[in-house]
């Protein structure tokens, strides 16, 4: 008799803690997506996936424009202090 995969790992809550880093944020929604293609969530689990990565994406997208804003602030000529969100 053959042994059925391992469940995947419950996504974090909606309202979990971000990570401090854009790469842990990157890493975790990685992840996250890997489980929900997998097939092997429950629909519950991948809702609560689904949502945490939404809020993941944005955090990501918020990171790369403040990092872009700054890179063009330094084209300029003017250096501006960067202020993580």
């Not at 309202?15 to 997506?33: G, H, K, N, S």
Request: charged fraction near 30%.
């Amino acid at each position: 008799m053959t042994k059925s995969p391992a469940p995947e790992a419950a996504a974090p809550p909606v309202d979990a803690p971000l990570p401090e880093r854009y790469e842990d944020a990157l890493a975790e929604l990685d992840d996250l997506v890997q489980a929900m293609e997998s097939g092997r969530l429950p629909l519950d689990e991948l809702l609560v996936a689904y949502r945490r990565g939404a809020v993941l994406l944005a955090f990501c997208r918020d990171r790369l424009q403040a990092v872009e804003e700054q890179v063009k602030v330094l084209e300029d000529g003017q250096l501006k202090p960067w202020r993580a969100s």
